[in-house]
């Protein structure tokens, strides 16, 4: 009896132990437990959000599908156009009575300064902004830029042997017939370039007086000036930098210059709508966007990245490489609608 009693002693004390060490092994065996509880948690965000964007489709479409890598279970509608047509959709929403935009990425911070007076923005200060310069994130949290996206001269080097250096060339008798530029009734970097170049003191509304006496050519977007300057048609076009690099690297003959006065720079900010019924999710999409993955996915897709620490693409130059021509952002909100006016009719006599 007393080997049996001493037996299931042993065998009693065994047990015990050995569930002790399996307690042990399971807190501590696998140090990724966190991370994988934060890959759970992402995996299970579900829902749907309407993303109205600026953007071109196809840009727009691999930021979706980078989100999507992260949060499958969401489903992001995209709805582009350019800024002017984008917000006019959204104050014909808030006319009948509900904005359909969850998330909007479209390209200046004058834009935004708008819609945050008519109190259609939430705010939210992602924990990304750490990393991005402070003059690029709304000091009340309405906004934060996403890229670095500024409008220099296409030159389409088969046609033009010599660049010019100077915004000049575009009132110069030899870009008669050959100059193309977006409209600011459609472009929102155009209505933003019109209101800074006509408050700068170098050029006025004399320079866009001069550009029209060359008989240029006026298009919806930026993406129409790039495509008229790589064909040849013409040699000369006011135009966003990113496109530019884009299409030299294509193979297109065409090269960008950033003239000596320097350039208007937009961000292409991006912010959450007020009536969002899915904050979780439009939160998630701002943090990537701003995040390091999301940052360099802009630059593969060939944008300068506005977060600090990632490089710009080749054939781009970095905010520090070159001058920037600004103007008070109150002054060019306040003004946007009257200036966008006077160049309809300097452009329409």
């Known amino acids: 009896m007393k080997k049996v009693l001493l037996m299931l002693i042993f065998s009693i004390v065994f047990l015990l132990l050995a569930a002790c060490g399996d307690s042990s092994e399971e807190e501590t065996s696998d140090p990724t437990n966190e991370g994988n509880a934060e890959a759970e948690s992402a995996s299970e965000l579900s829902g749907e959000i309407e993303f109205y ?9 691999q930021l979706v599908d980078a989100f999507n890598e992260i949060y499958p279970e969401v489903e992001v509608n995209i709805f582009r156009s350019g800024t002017e047509e ?15 935009a969850d998330v909007l990425l479209v390209a200046d911070s004058v834009t935004f300064e708008g819609l945050k007076e008519q109190d259609l923005l939430m705010e939210y200060v992602s924990p990304e902004t750490e990393t991005i310069p402070e003059e690029f994130v709304d000091e009340d949290g309405m906004y934060t830029g996403t890229k670095v996206m ?18 000049d060339v575009l009132t110069s008798e030899e870009a008669a017939d050959q100059v ?19 408050r700068n003191d170098a050029f ?9 006496a060359t008989n240029p050519m006026i298009t919806e977007g930026n993406g129409a000036v790039i495509e008229n300057v790589a064909s040849g048609q013409k040699n000369y076009g006011m135009v966003v930098d990113y496109l530019v690099a884009r299409a030299a690297n294509d193979g297109s003959p065409v090269e960008l210059v950033y003239p000596e006065e320097g350039v208007p720079v937009i961000t292409e900010p ?10 979780e999710i439009t939160k998630a999409f701002v943090d990537f966007v701003l995040s390091e993955e999301g940052q360099q996915l802009q630059a593969e897709i060939g944008y300068t990245p506005i977060r600090e620490g990632i490089e710009a693409p080749e054939g781009l130059k970095a905010l520090d490489e070159f001058e920037v021509l600004q103007a008070p952002i109150e002054d060019l909100y306040q003004n946007r609608e009257a200036d966008k006016e006077q160049f309809d009719a300097l452009y329409s006599e």
């Not at 193309?180 to 006509?198: E, F, Q």
């Open 150 to 167: 500024a409008t220099g001269i296409a030159v389409n080097t088969e046609n033009v042997s010599e660049l010019p250096a100077s915004w």
């Open 270 to 279: 991006i912010g959450i709508m007020a009536n969002t019924e899915e904050e």
């Open 180 to 198: 193309v530029m977006p409209s600011p009734l459609y472009s929102g970097a155009a209505a933003y370039n019109l209101g800074v170049i006509t």
């Open 86 to 100: 984008v917000i006019s959709k959204i104050n014909a929403e808030k006319q009948a009575g509900e904005v359909a």
């Open 204 to 212: 006025g509304w004399e320079y866009y007086e001069g550009i029209k």
């Open 53 to 61: 964007t600026s953007q071109p489709d196809v840009d727009a479409e």
